[in-house]
């Protein structure tokens, strides 16, 4: 069974994560960690930090001549600021200069405060910030790699900045299409509203306000039977749901058609089941998103994951209170971009391969990459 941990501050030495369960051969190497990370970097509207931010990946266990062991695979993800931030985030006994008693609405700092006994929000926010998505970005490299090997790939785009949306008559990208979607300003692949985007964010830049979107996630060659209808927290669904919401500043995760379903009539709901000699089993249509009663059905995996605006703002101030005075203030400011929406999609797609990924290793288990494979292949001849 596929699982990962990750570790590390926001503007601490480094970010850690601890791969589990990987099969042995799994070809990886550094570069392709380091162009998933250079991708999360993309879009228009980031802020500063992103033109330094630069990520140093080490492989410490795990891999040895460019492919796994089947050990623990750890990756070490260096914070290039470090020197700038090792007297205030040291982990030497000693106290800082500067607590940060003006918690952010919007932002953990608050309820973290409460929660675990801080007077300083920054003991909360350093955890709390999406730069920690960079190791699950780095894990997710790893995801994707083994996904491949059984034919599997996942993209994204972005179908919503603000009010600017994408069309439903909008066609939907292939695998080959990441670099065209990459190469856009916003990461949207329909070219007539990448304007409207780009356009709302500079707007939102003018006016200091920040800016949140849609991004769709799409899984091609996906295994059918990945989930299960037997147990409520192995539903392929619901797995898909907790990840993409786990991600920092999500707020509404949909599958497939997801509200717009609830809307139709069931004859216009469901995807209706074909069969082909070459194609075998597939379906008419992706309403319910590739999956049904909690699988995988093989045809195209569609999700859908809203992320709210950033709620650190350049010019609109936000009231917040001050924790050591109860004075009424307004919020500190760490970071100002005015949107993180092509970014998000990217580790988006971190959490669609590493849920995928866990669900391949469950089900055809395997120590090497070779048994992995003869188990899968065994399984997809007996499927048609």
Known sequence: MLRYLTAG???????????????????????????????RRLGYGRGPRMHFERDEVEF??????????????????????????????????????????????????????????????????????????????????????????????VISHVVRMGEATVSDEAAIPGPEDLETIDASPVRCFDKSSEAAMIAAVEGASKAGDSLGGIVEVLGFGVTPGLGSHVHWDRKIDGLLAQALMSIQAMKAVEIGDGWAIAARRGSEAHDEILWDEASGYHRGSHRAGGTEGGMTTGDLLVARVAMKPLASLNKPVLKTVDTETKAETVSFKERTDVTAVPAAGVVAETMTALVLAAEVGRKFGGDSLLELRRNHDSYIASLK
């Open 9 to 39: 501050e926001s503007h601490g030495p480094a970010l850690v994560v601890v791969i589990e369960g990987l099969p042995a051969g799994l070809p990886v190497t550094i570069e392709e960690v380091s162009n998933e990370l250079g991708r």
């Open 60 to 153: 410490l266990s795990g891999v040895r001549h460019g492919a796994t062991l089947g050990s623990p695979l750890s990756i070490l993800i260096r914070n290039t600021e470090w020197p700038k931030w090792e007297e205030e985030m040291g982990s030497a006994p000693g106290v800082t200069a500067k607590p940060l008693t003006q918690p952010r609405p919007g932002h953990a700092d608050l309820i973290g405060m409460q929660k675990y006994g801080f007077s300083d929000a920054r003991n909360v926010l350093e955890r709390a910030s999406a730069r920690e998505t960079a190791a699950r970005v780095a894990a997710g490299a790893i995801a994707k790699a083994l996904l491949r090997e059984i034919g599997t790939t």
